[in-house]
Each structure stands twice: as structure tokens, then as C-alpha cells.
């Protein structure tokens, strides 16, 4: 028998998979059971509604997409980081099993998620990348702000995740170049 948390998590796991299956239009709560091979009442127990089962889903994926994100970061040495900031969202959204449907099935519903969570995600970037970009030409001759900067790097981050291209090396490094380039070279070395 499954604990609670477990049969929680299963009902998640088997959410995302149905949205993958049927998208975001389609999706009935006997499809979340379905594959999650719990009762119907099961997955009411533990979501009232199909829009209370969707809103832990995302906030469940986006948790774990920040917090891979976070220790990827954290790993690549300090030169690479940025490379590696639009790298990996590209490769998580290459490689998430709903993220590159609901791009194409569920646009509206992306793009508001990323509207409504837009500042949280600047937080995570300024803490993550911020010791970087403090370190451009840029923002220690005080020509741009940090705040601006980030700001900058979460939408081309964004646009990498809403657009993803197939080599995405290429695409990493050469994004990399051009945010050295426009914040006026690479991290310096004081």
C-alpha cells in the first residue's frame, strides 16, 4: 500500500503524462487516474479540482527545473556559467516529456505561467548568475545595472526555452558570446 505522499507524487507523475497525451484542453481528471493507476476518487482526494492538480503540477516542475538548474550552475566552473544558463533550459525543455507540448499545444497556458512567475524566476537568476554578470565591463563601470542585466539574461533565457533549437551547443556558445559581447566581454579577472 502507498503512503499518501506516494500516491500524491503517482497522481502528479500520472498528470503529466496524460497532459502529454491529451494536452491542457483535453485533459479530464479520469485520464489523471488513468495513468496514474489510481480511482478516480483517489485523485479527488488529493486535488479538488483539475486546476488545482495543474497548478502543483507546474509549481512541482518548476521546483525541480530551478532546482537542476541551481546545481548544474553551481558545478559549471565560474567562466562557463552563462554558457551553461542557456544551455540547460533548452536541454530541459529538449528533454522534459510535457514541456515541448505544451509549447506547441498550450501556448497561452506557458506564456502565462512565465508572465505570473517572471519575478521569481529573475530571483533565481540574479542568485545564481549575478556574481557573473556583476563582473562584465558593463555593470562594473555602472553603464548598466545588475538588475538590468538579469533582466536581459531571463529573457533570452525565455526565449531559448519558448524556441529551443536542436543543436543546442552551438546555439549555448554562441548566445554566450553575444551576452559577453553586450555586456562588454567576459567576466574579468580584476
Known amino acids: ?58 509549481q512541482r516542475e518548476a521546483r525541480r527545473f530551478m532546482g537542476e538548474w541551481r546545481d548544474t550552475l553551481e558545478k559549471a566552473p565560474t567562466a562557463d556559467r552563462i554558457r ?6 533548452a536541454r530541459f525543455a529538449r528533454e522534459h516529456p510535457l514541456l515541448e507540448r505544451l509549447v506547441e499545444s498550450d501556448p497561452d497556458y506557458v506564456l502565462r505561467a512565465i508572465r505570473e512567475n517572471y519575478d521569481a524566476i529573475k530571483i533565481v537568476v540574479a542568485q545564481l548568475l549575478g556574481p557573473v554578470i556583476q563582473e562584465t565591463e558593463f555593470a562594473r563601470r555602472g553603464i548598466v ?46
Do not use: N
Not at 493507476?37 to 483539475?50: K, L, N, Q, S
Not at 551553461?84 to 533550459?89: G, N, T
Open 1 to 58: 500500500m502507498s503512503s499518501p505522499d506516494e500516491t500524491h507524487a503517482r497522481i502528479l507523475d500520472g498528470a503529466m503524462r496524460a497532459v502529454a497525451r491529451h494536452g491542457l484542453g483535453g485533459l479530464a481528471m479520469r485520464d489523471v487516474a488513468e495513468h496514474a493507476g489510481v480511482a478516480r476518487g483517489t485523485v479527488y482526494r488529493h486535488f479538488p479540482d483539475r486546476e488545482a492538480l495543474l497548478a502543483e503540477m507546474a
Open 84 to 89: 551553461v544558463a542557456f544551455e540547460y533550459p
Open 145 to 190: 545595472s545588475l538588475e538590468q542585466l538579469v533582466d536581459w539574461t531571463c529573457r533570452v533565457m525565455i526565449s531559448v526555452f519558448l524556441i529551443p533549437d536542436t543543436a543546442q551547443a552551438p546555439m549555448a556558445d554562441g548566445l554566450a558570446k553575444i551576452h559577453e559581447t553586450l555586456t562588454g566581454g567576459a567576466a574579468s579577472s580584476r
